[in-house]
Nanobody
Framework: QAQLVESGGGLVQTGGSLKLSCAPS????????MGWFRQAPGKEREFVAS?????????YADSVQGRFIISRAGGNDNTVYLRMNSLSAEDTALYYC?????????????????WGQGTQVTVSS
């Protein structure tokens, strides 16, 4: 069983930036695609970004394209990052890191087998 621990969330003003980190531990699986999702109060969990096993391929939700950047440490280090720029109130949510069993980025929650507990991002105006 792998554990995913997110960090880096917090309170930021509109237009600001944050960088989230996700560090796998426990029984980790290396070289698999990873992703970020978010869930705002009263809404369903939604896809944010995903990255392939080697970092060469990324996918983004339309709502974050051009503002967020997903990256990974590389090698045997499965740490994944999400750099979030130009934040707005609509980005306020609990952000989750997730791990798949495949190599390529995925957009649906059902394709992820391990999930973190989430880190809260709050954007104030």
């Amino acid at each position: 069983q792998a554990q995913l621990v997110e960090s880096g969330g917090g309170l930021v003003q509109t237009g600001g930036s944050l960088k989230l980190s996700c560090a796998p531990s426990g029984r980790t699986v290396t070289n698999v695609a990873m992703g970020w999702f978010r869930q705002a109060p009263g809404k369903e969990r939604e896809f944010v970004a995903s990255i392939s096993w080697n970092g060469d391929t990324t996918l983004y939700a339309d709502s974050v394209q051009g503002r967020f950047i997903i990256s990974r440490a590389g090698g045997n280090d499965n740490t994944v990052y999400l750099r979030m720029n130009s934040l707005s109130a609509e980005d306020t949510a609990l952000y989750y890191c997730a791990m798949t069993t495949g190599l390529l980025p995925k957009m649906t929650t059902s394709e992820y087998i391990y999930w973190g507990q989430g880190t809260q991002v709050t954007v104030s105006s």
